[in-house]
């Protein structure tokens, strides 16, 4: 899949919102993804993981690991096409962490994948969680970066769509100063 078809895909299924939304990192943006628009169909999840997996099919992935929540998902897809076992990280006391008996072996070559990047932090967390186990974080992959190129892991990171997307911070947020009602969506608890 091409970018284009990735957008198309997204737009198709309703899952790029506009508004004004608070989104998990805090900050507030006009625009907000809904993957679950798109994952809510096995056969869009299979195709975006099919594409994504390509991208990493020749580097010598052993392991897929994806945070809560929606990187449950993307983690098991990508891995089947890699031919990988696939686990997920989850926050425990607010802590990323791996749980349910997950095991990262020593040097095990690990790829980390994301539904939606803003700030990046998830992704650095899960990072950060596969070093503490001994694995090699090799890549990232990202169904959508709407970072605008901003998020750095350190390591090689790709997306199947990018998007340049303004996020403000709470007290900078020109929607907030024109009224405008928010919508919070996420997974965390702000």
């Known amino acids: 899949m091409n970018e284009a078809e990735v957008r198309q895909l997204f737009v198709e299924t309703g899952?790029?919102?506009?508004?004004?939304?608070?989104?998990?990192?805090?900050?507030?943006?006009?625009?907000?993804?809904?993957?679950?628009?798109?994952?809510?169909?096995?056969?869009?999840?299979?195709?975006?993981?099919?594409?994504?997996?390509?991208?990493?099919?020749?580097?010598?992935?052993?392991?897929?690991?994806?945070?809560?929540?929606?990187?449950?998902?993307?983690?098991?897809?990508?891995?089947?096409?890699?031919?990988t076992r696939a686990i997920f990280t989850e926050r425990e006391n607010g802590k990323m962490t791996l749980r349910r008996g997950f095991v990262i072996e020593k040097g095990q070559r690990v790829l980390i994948v994301e539904d939606i990047v803003t700030?990046?932090?998830s992704v650095k967390e899960v990072v950060d969680v596969v070093r503490q186990h001994g694995g090699?974080?090799?890549?990232?992959?990202?169904?959508?970066?709407?970072?605008?190129?901003?998020?750095?892991?350190s390591i090689p990171a790709q997306a199947l769509l990018h998007l340049?997307?303004?996020?403000?911070?709470?007290?900078?947020?020109?929607?907030?100063?024109?009224?405008?009602?928010?919508t919070k969506r996420g997974s965390r608890k702000l």
């Open 119 to 121: 700030t990046g932090g």
């Open 136 to 153: 090699i974080p090799v890549a990232v992959g990202m169904l959508v970066d709407r970072s605008g190129g901003k998020a750095d892991f």
């Open 15 to 83: 899952a790029i919102l506009e508004g004004h939304f608070l989104l998990t990192s805090g900050l507030h943006s006009p625009l907000y993804v809904e993957k679950f628009q798109v994952l809510q169909y096995p056969k869009h999840t299979e195709k975006l993981c099919v594409a994504m997996a390509e991208r990493f099919k020749n580097a010598n992935i052993e392991l897929v690991v994806g945070p809560v929540t929606g990187g449950i998902i993307l983690a098991h897809e990508v891995g089947k096409h890699l031919g």
């Open 164 to 182: 340049t997307v303004p996020a403000y911070q709470p007290d900078d947020c020109p929607l907030c100063k024109e009224g405008t009602a928010i």
